[in-house]
């Protein structure tokens, strides 16, 4: 059975950041529906004019959309969450059109696992770095990102 798009967003929210607390959480939601909605670039093409499915299983993306990752059991999925009254919260606040104001446009978000985040991810120089919440470095499109 396929995971509506509410029950995705409370998987992958509580996978990606279930220990960043809330606003880890409402930050890395943000970012999913950034992707959903933005106008151009690569995720518009990827989304299909707002597929959350599309933008959580695109390939590379989310290492918790995956069962394998570089050839190993990743035992850190989406289908082995049990997501709370707290996953399920944020994903309907987020699919009512609500995001963090500190992420913004954000497109990306990484744990560097160090204290300093890089100026520019990804490698191809499309997003620029904007804020750091808790554990995670956050960055939005830069012009270059229209022709991605």
């Known amino acids: ?7 995705l967003i409370a998987r992958i929210v509580q996978c990606e950041a279930g220990g960043e607390g809330e606003n880890g959480m409402k930050a890395v939601a943000s970012v999913i529906m950034n992707r959903v909605n933005v106008s151009d670039g690569e995720y518009a093409r990827i989304s299909q004019g707002g597929s959350i499915r599309n933008i959580i299983f695109q390939p590379g993306q989310f290492d918790c959309a995956v069962e394998t990752l570089l050839g190993k059991y990743n035992s850190q ?4 969450m049990t997501p709370t009254d707290i996953h399920y ?14 992420i913004g446009e954000c497109l990306w978000y990484l ?18 770095f904007h804020t750091r919440l808790g ?14």
Do not use: K
């Open 89 to 102: 919260n944020i994903a309907d606040w987020v699919v009512a059109g609500n995001r963090l104001n500190e």
């Open 77 to 80: 999925n989406i289908y082995n």
């Open 111 to 128: 744990n560097p696992f160090r204290p300093s985040c890089s100026n520019t991810f990804p490698s191809n120089g499309s997003g620029t």
């Open 135 to 148: 554990e995670h470095c956050f960055y939005r499109p830069t012009a270059s990102y229209a022709n991605t």
């Open 1 to 7: 059975m396929a995971y509506s798009d509410r029950e």
